[in-house]
């Protein structure tokens, strides 16, 4: 991935960690404003420096354009805003732990 997409690999290994790590903090509800915030700004680099805005806003549903466009990513922020403003839940780690320390 580095090779064609001319990223670093320091950045790429940070984009894996922060979509892994991410991912599975807002499973579980784990620091899940930090998680949404990792995740949203991975996923607007990746929208702009991916190449992805070049696309167009769709995505390839026909197959009939070059690649993917930038509306997944922008799904992606707008519910990554969302956690970040609202947090995780009711039945979220953080308010579990949260709850304990009261």
């Not at 700004?41 to 995505?59: I, R, S």
């Not at 354009?65 to 970040?84: N, R, T």
């Amino acid at each position: 991935m580095t090779g064609q997409m001319h990223i670093p690999a320091v950045f790429a290994a940070l984009a894996i960690i922060a979509e892994f790590a991410g991912s599975l903090g807002l499973i579980v509800g784990l620091l899940g404003r930090v998680a949404a915030f990792g995740i949203g700004v991975e996923m607007a680099v990746a929208a702009f420096l991916g190449g992805h805005v070049a696309n167009g806003f769709f995505m390839n549903w026909s197959g009939h354009q070059a690649g993917e466009g930038f509306e997944y990513h922008i799904l992606v922020v707008v519910i990554a805003l969302a956690v970040m403003i609202k947090g995780s839940g009711a039945l979220s780690l953080d308010r579990l732990l949260s709850s304990r320390s009261r």
